[in-house]
């Protein structure tokens, strides 16, 4: 062992490729596309470091091209789950006791191999299976993700040196244990930058974890676990368990050894979850620390003093980027009227410029919703706007599932700033819009808190610095990712941690110490020097 203090690389947000015309990193994926396109992988489950397979085989397809199968992978059972336990709880001892800074030494390494080596086999893999583009891709499964690793021992390094007082004879110090148990991570298909954090947060911590992946985002998650053995992470620390959320959340919630979940995903399934814990509560070991990012009803206000051009621009951005498949996407927008004929024309003329289809094709803005049930539910909300005399669809509206799972942006402007798409999540490229009065902003700042249950991102765009700092306040508990003349996507690790309250999750901030602080269970030490000889004190003594 070295005797020595040591201090981490400093932490940096990983620099994003361009990808454009001519340029290098556009032509290796471009190949590395091609290559994942033309096979088709045999994913097993890895539990203990071991693949397992189980013969329960189903699809990864592409979602703007489902007949194109690129990857059959090995759904668990009753048996593999509570193998994958017992691998966590068999590593947690050797993984606990490893010092910090190696823990920290493998996480740093893994950010290197994504910037690296892993870069495009990661892109082409999120861009194939989850229908992102090359933008989009870059920014999540090879930016985020690396952010997530380096800036995340940097946060651990912080509460690690988070020490009490102590005084002359006395030394006071806290040790930042792991949860006495494992940890459950499920995570989304929508981020493969998530999939990776909800796994790997409580790892880093000294925890070991059972991690189900969405079967939708299963081609990138599988190469995370590659890169975290070529990385050096000891088997079974993290255990990938592809498995139906019932049976899965069955198991795992009823083992006295569950210490905690790590989830992003929907309210109603988060909620579930919390229940069937709270129901079970007496039989843990420990109280088990529950960390949701659920649900969102994002928005964008815009005030008649704000830049058009700036707003039209956020708006489709936020809106349409990712088929509005982002957590933090905007679906919902309150306009002025005095400013509603100029930001129409200028959404409506970037609009006509999207294109839609496969995402191999770089000029596409948008691919296609990750998976049939998606395109169902969406076209449902869009044919409900359809038929309301409370609603107009103004650009878009249409689907075709034929070869994927496409959908127009749709833009719909409703009379009623309580229809159904301005309160309940949708998940996918429709944005709604209601035009207010502009004597009326304090009416319509009060519907928008009082709109939707949800509390995730937020923005508003204005110039005049008192309507700022009054909507700012008057907006407080809408949002736990508030935007000031900024689109309400794009959290970036280190700089604006994520995450959201209401029935948007526990808000514990994912890309800050406050979510790595939840993965340990402190332990307060004293050490006394010079211990009492007698029990007496000296107003015991006689007059």
């Not at 045999?42 to 007949?67: K, N, Q, S």
């Not at 909800?198 to 676990?225: C, F």
Request: hydrophobic share 40%.
């Amino acid at each position: 062992m070295t005797n020595a203090i040591f201090n981490l690389p400093q932490a940096f947000n990983e620099p994003a490729l361009s990808y454009a015309p001519g340029t290098p990193e556009r032509a290796r994926l471009k190949a590395e596309l091609d290559r994942q396109y033309s096979q088709v992988l045999d994913i097993p489950l890895i539990i203990g470091g071991e693949e397992v397979r189980t013969g329960t085989l189903r699809e990864a397809v592409c979602p703007h091209e489902h007949g194109h199968v690129l990857a059959r992978y090995h759904e668990a059972g009753e048996a593999e789950i509570r193998l994958a336990i017992q691998a966590a709880l068999d590593a947690k001892a050797d993984w606990e006791s490893t010092p910090w800074e190696e823990r920290a030494a493998i996480f740093n390494r893994m950010a290197s191999l994504i910037s690296t080596k892993y870069r495009y086999i990661l892109n082409a893999a999120t861009m194939l299976n989850q229908s992102k583009t090359a933008h989009q891709a870059e920014i999540d499964s090879t930016c985020e993700t690396a952010d997530f690793f380096r800036y995340n021992t940097t946060f651990m390094e912080q509460i690690y040196r988070q020490q009490p007082e102590s005084n002359t004879h006395t030394w006071n110090r806290v040790h930042y244990r792991a949860l006495e148990g494992f940890v459950l991570a499920v995570s989304p298909f929508n981020f493969t930058a998530i999939g990776a954090n909800l796994a790997t947060a409580p790892a880093l911590m000294g925890n070991t974890v059972v991690w189900k992946p969405a079967s939708t985002s299963i081609l990138s998650n599988y190469y995370l676990m590659q890169l975290y053995k070529e990385a050096g992470l000891p088997r079974g620390v993290i255990n990938f368990v592809p498995s139906k959320g019932s049976t899965l959340g069955r198991i795992v919630l009823d083992h006295p050894s569950f210490a905690g979940l790590h989830f992003t995903g929907s309210t109603g399934v988060f909620n579930s979850m919390s229940k069937t814990v709270a129901d079970n509560v007496g039989k843990y070991r420990m109280y088990p620390r529950l960390v949701g990012e659920t649900g969102g009803k994002d928005y964008i206000f815009v005030h008649h003093s704000a830049d058009m051009v700036e707003v039209a621009t956020a708006l489709v951005r936020a809106s349409f980027e990712y088929q509005g498949q982002k957590c933090s996407a905007c679906s919902r927008a309150y306009v002025p009227a005095s400013h509603w004929p100029q930001l129409k024309e200028l959404v409506l003329g970037m609009m006509a410029r999207i294109k839609v289809g496969d995402v191999r094709d770089f000029r596409n803005f948008m691919g296609a919703v990750i998976d049939e049930a998606s395109f169902d539910g969406t076209m449902r909300y869009i044919e409900l706007a359809r038929n309301s005399p409370s609603a107009e669809i103004i650009h878009g509206g249409h689907g075709d599932k034929t070869k994927g799972w496409f959908i127009e942006p749709t833009i719909i402007v409703t009379t009623d700033p309580k229809f159904v798409t301005m309160q309940e999540e949708i998940f996918a490229p429709v944005l709604t819009l209601f035009v207010y009065e502009d004597a009326k902003l304090d009416e319509t700042v009060q519907l928008l808190d009082g709109t939707s249950p949800y509390a995730l991102t937020g923005a508003i765009f204005a110039r005049n610095r008192y309507v700022i700092n009054r909507l700012t306040e008057a907006l407080a508990n809408t949002a736990g990712n508030f935007y000031i003349n900024d689109k309400c996507t794009g959290a970036m690790v280190g700089h604006q941690p994520f995450g959201g309250a209401r029935a948007s999750g526990t808000n514990d901030k994912a890309g800050s110490f406050l979510n790595l602080i939840r993965w340990t269970s402190p332990r307060t030490i004293k050490e006394c020097f010079a211990p009492h000889r007698d029990f007496a004190y000296p107003f015991m003594d006689e007059e």
